[in-house]
Structures are given as structure tokens and as C-alpha cells.
């Protein structure tokens, strides 16, 4: 009769605790979400066009001297979002404005070119970007003779993407300030001003 007992309280314990654990649902391990690697977009060739005003005074002198028809031709490339090398090519493609004390003339015998390659930091926010520049360059003046000085130049400028290739700039660039220029005994300040548009491969 114990027998008889101790099994049936044996089987009763058994059932209550399948039914007991019948109930707990099994533990799911959490899933740990991947995020996508986003692909940074390559760097890029880029060529353009501007054009220009070239732009020279003389302190002493008060000769102001301006190429307000000028093309730029400009190669340059991205290393990335942050960082180009550009090089860019000047020249007055008319005649040059001559301003001595007021005294404007036009003289079709003056050239004025310059020759450039730029570090060009950039940081852009959605398809604005502002950039400066700085290198070193080569500026001319060619009146029959030519006069030319080679240096440090500088420069600011902004850059507006219209599609995923197109690029539209303007920018100031100094080309050339310093006592003198070449063989003149002056105080000399070159500038160039500058819209136009890159096409990036």
C-alpha cells in the first residue's frame, strides 16, 4: 500500500510540473540590426571654363590696369570631399582698360595672362561648397615687352553643383602683391575675379 502511494504521488508531481512549465515560452535572442556600409562616392576629374577679369595697379603710379574680357581654363582633381588639386590657365582675350589718375584708354597692344596650380581645400554642405586656394603662379603683363612674376597666390570661392556633374563657381584669386614687379619700381597688387563652369567626370 506505501508502494501503491509513493507512486501515485510520484506520477502527481510529475504532472504538475509539466504542466507548470508548459507555460513559459521559449527565451528569443535579440536581433542585432547590421547597419548597410554606405559606399563613398569616388573621386572625380573634373575641366571647366570661366570667364574672367584680370585686374593690376600700380600705387605710385595710380595706373590701374583691367582685362575684363578674360577666359580661364581650369583641370583639377578630388582626392576627396575635402581636399583637390586644380591647376588653371588665364588670359585677356581683348583689349585692357588703362586707368591713369581717372584717365580711362582702351589699348588693344596688352596682354595679360596668368598660370597657376592650387591646393584647394574644400567643405561643402548639401551641393554648396566653399573652397579656398592656394599655390603658387605665374602672372604677365606683355606690352611688346614682356614682364612676368612667379609666387605664392591665394584665394577664395564658392562652388554650387546644378546636377551630379555640373558645377557652377565664382571665385578671387591674389596673383601677385609686392613692392615691385619685374623691373617696375612699384608697389604692385594683381587680382583675378571669376565665374564659370565645371563639367566633373
Not at 20 to 25: E, N, T
Not at 39 to 61: H, I, M, N, R, W
Not at 85 to 95: F, L, N, P, V, W
Request: overall charge negative; charged content about 20%; some cysteine.
Amino acid at each position: 500500500m506505501k508502494m501503491m502511494n509513493k507512486f501515485v504521488a510520484v506520477v502527481l508531481l510529475g504532472s504538475v510540473c509539466s504542466y507548470a512549465g508548459g507555460d513559459i515560452a521559449p527565451v528569443e535572442q535579440p536581433i542585432v540590426a547590421i547597419p548597410p556600409v554606405i559606399e563613398v562616392a569616388p573621386t572625380a576629374f573634373y575641366v571647366g571654363l570661366g570667364y574672367s577679369c584680370l585686374q593690376t595697379a600700380l600705387d605710385k603710379a595710380d595706373v590701374d590696369t583691367r582685362a575684363m574680357s578674360s577666359l580661364s581654363a581650369t583641370a583639377g582633381y578630388n582626392f576627396n570631399q575635402y581636399l583637390a588639386i586644380e591647376g588653371r590657365y588665364t588670359a585677356s582675350m581683348s583689349d585692357v582698360t588703362v586707368d591713369t589718375r581717372g584717365l580711362e584708354v582702351d589699348v588693344d597692344s596688352i596682354d595679360m595672362s596668368n598660370m597657376g596650380l592650387y591646393l584647394k581645400p574644400q567643405y561643402s554642405y548639401d551641393k554648396i561648397a566653399i573652397y579656398a586656394l592656394l599655390g603658387y603662379g605665374e602672372f604677365t603683363i606683355d606690352d611688346g615687352t614682356s614682364y612676368s612674376e612667379a609666387g605664392i597666390q591665394y584665394g577664395i570661392g564658392l562652388n554650387a553643383m546644378v546636377s551630379d556633374s555640373v558645377g557652377i563657381f565664382a571665385d578671387f584669386r591674389r596673383l601677385y602683391d609686392d613692392s615691385s614687379f619685374d623691373i617696375i619700381d612699384d608697389d604692385t597688387v594683381a587680382n583675378s575675379y571669376t565665374v564659370g563652369v565645371n563639367y566633373h567626370f
